[in-house]
């Protein structure tokens, strides 16, 4: 009892020290810091952690006030705990900075051969580029351009190329319960369903060829014809939604930088922990074991979270693409349905995180002066996920009043 009693001084000791470092001084834009503002918000977050909900369960959480760039609150903020979908945080950010919003995800058509008398005298070979939108518009934009090249026979086969990532179609950590997508990088409708669907269209449209199956395309492949979409048009349903699949194909874009036929996910952490080097952190510290969170071997801590989401508001390059593709507390996405009252409606731009007996949510906060707060707040170990909602939602609440 007495040792439980001194870590309970400990922390809060560490907390007063870290939560009480504001000084009286110009902040950016020449206003003077709000220390009644800051201390009063202190207070409350406080009084917050008195909730019974922390009487059986963990909590980290760490408030940063970016407009006067100074930490606000900070408790458990360096333990390692399951983001959930927050990761998915770190996969967009990352991508963000690394490729840029307008990195494309391309699945590209070739062929060997020549073209005589309507006859292909080779093959085509469809390249994945992991895009998760892919569907029968982009199918039938192939299938024209075949047309388009006068064929309507192949005398060889028709090839998928999906060497961008291994082979493994499960990521790592993740549960056989877990109701997930095959991840392969040539998908048609969210299936591993592309052959059967590419062959289907060219012989509805009279066009034959002998037989399909998976090969890598050769360097002398002519290009005839791609499409695909963007990061910024990947991002809404990755982050508003918390798409799991969108947040793979993100990650495995991230892979695909090494230039390494089949390339792991070890080769996306490579930027990752990059990045987390340069923001002044030990990579060793923390887990990234996928893109969207799923996975139980993941662990980051919320200051982690608040570096990136830190990062990426300095970074102009970053933080429009990914502030405009965050749920919108009371209004869209998986926050629809939260804080549809009060002052944190529409001030919250936040992503959700949900695993069996995890909740997170990390984002955005515009407090009632104008400042602008990144927060990352993640409870582990609990046993009714909306209670720990709940405790999020009064959290976001002080935040903006």
Not at 259 to 271: D, N, V
Request: hydrophobic share 40%; glycine share 10%; charged share 20%.
């Amino acid at each position: 009892m007495r040792q439980q009693c001194l870590l309970a001084w400990g922390v809060w000791l560490c907390s007063l020290c870290i939560c009480g470092s504001i000084r009286a001084e110009n902040v950016p834009g020449g206003d003077t810091y709000d220390l009644a503002w800051a201390d009063s918000l202190k207070a409350r977050i406080s009084g917050l952690l008195q909730d019974e909900l922390l009487t059986t369960s963990q909590l980290g959480l760490s408030v940063y006030d970016l407009t006067a760039d100074t930490v606000l609150y900070a408790y458990n903020a360096r333990q390692r705990m399951r983001p959930a979908s927050t990761e998915k945080l770190v996969t967009a950010i990352t991508a963000l900075s690394e490729l840029g919003a307008g990195h494309r995800f391309s699945t590209r058509l070739y062929f060997t051969g020549e073209v005589r008398d309507g006859v292909l005298w080779g093959d085509f070979y469809a390249v994945g580029g992991f895009d998760p939108c892919f569907g029968k518009e982009d199918l039938e934009y192939l299938v024209d351009a075949v047309e388009k090249m006068g064929v309507d026979s192949v005398a060889g086969r028709l090839y998928a190329d999906v060497s961008m990532k291994d082979t493994l179609q499960w990521g790592w950590g993740w549960c056989w319960d877990d109701d997930m997508p095959v991840l392969t990088p040539l998908l048609y409708d969210r299936k591993d369903d592309f052959l059967e669907a590419w062959g289907g269209m060219l012989r509805a449209r009279g066009i034959g060829f002998v037989s399909a199956g998976k090969a890598r395309c050769p360097s002398d492949a002519v290009w005839t014809a791609q499409c695909g979409h963007t990061l910024e048009d990947i991002l809404p349903r990755m982050m508003k939604e918390s798409d799991n699949l969108y947040a793979e194909a993100v990650f495995y874009q991230l892979a695909a930088q090494s230039g390494k036929p089949y390339a792991s996910r070890e080769k996306a952490l490579y930027p990752i922990e990059r990045l987390i080097g340069r923001m002044g952190y030990d990579p060793g510290h923390y887990v990234v074991a996928d893109g969207s969170g799923v996975s139980l071997y993941n662990y980051l801590s919320a200051e982690l979270e608040v570096a990136f989401l830190r990062y990426a508001h300095h970074n102009r390059e970053v933080f429009p693409t990914l502030y405009a593709a965050l749920p919108i507390a009371g209004t869209d996405g998986t926050l629809r349905r939260r804080m549809k009252k009060g002052k944190a409606r529409g001030n919250v731009r936040a992503k959700t995180g949900t695993l069996e007996g995890v909740s997170t949510l990390a984002g955005y906060a515009t407090a009632r002066n104008g400042h602008r707060l990144a927060f990352c707040v993640m409870n582990q170990g609990v046993a009714s996920l909306r209670a720990a909602q709940a405790f999020q939602d009064r959290l976001c609440e002080l935040l903006c009043r």
